[in-house]
Nanobody, 115 residues
Framework: QVQLVESGGGLVQPGGSLRLSCAASGSIVSVNTMQWYRQAPGKEREFIATVTPGGITIYADSVKGRFTISRDNAKNTMYLQMNKLRLEDTAVYYC?????????WGQGIQVTVSS
């Protein structure tokens, strides 16, 4: 079974930056697409970004140009570099790995953007 653990969250001022990491375990991680989602209070969980095993990326319009998703397959780790953070970016951020049988989720990590 795959395990996903997020780290790197916290409190940051508007316009600031944070880098999230998602450490994954499991033999299939390096050959699977990995994704970041987030869920703000009172809102649905929303897609943020995707990175394929080969490094191809897709972003939601809300974060395009500000966030960068990447991965290090040798370390089974995915990253989300968040720049120019806004108040609306405040949410719990989740690492996710979809497979043919199930979607794996991390426990989530809080990112709070506040002055």
């Amino acid at each position: 079974q795959v395990q996903l653990v997020e780290s790197g969250g916290g409190l940051v001022q508007p316009g600031g930056s944070l880098r999230l990491s998602c450490a994954a375990s499991g033999s299939i991680v390096s050959v699977n697409t990995m994704q970041w989602y987030r869920q703000a209070p009172g809102k649905e969980r929303e897609f943020i970004a995707t990175v394929t095993p080969g490094g191809i990326t897709i972003y939601a319009d809300s974060v395009k140009g500000r966030f960068t998703i990447s991965r290090d397959n040798a370390k089974n780790t995915m990253y989300l570099q968040m720049n120019k953070l806004r108040l609306e970016d405040t949410a719990v951020y989740y690492c996710s790995l979809p497979t043919t049988s199930t979607r794996y989720w991390g426990q989530g990590i809080q990112v709070t953007v506040s002055s």
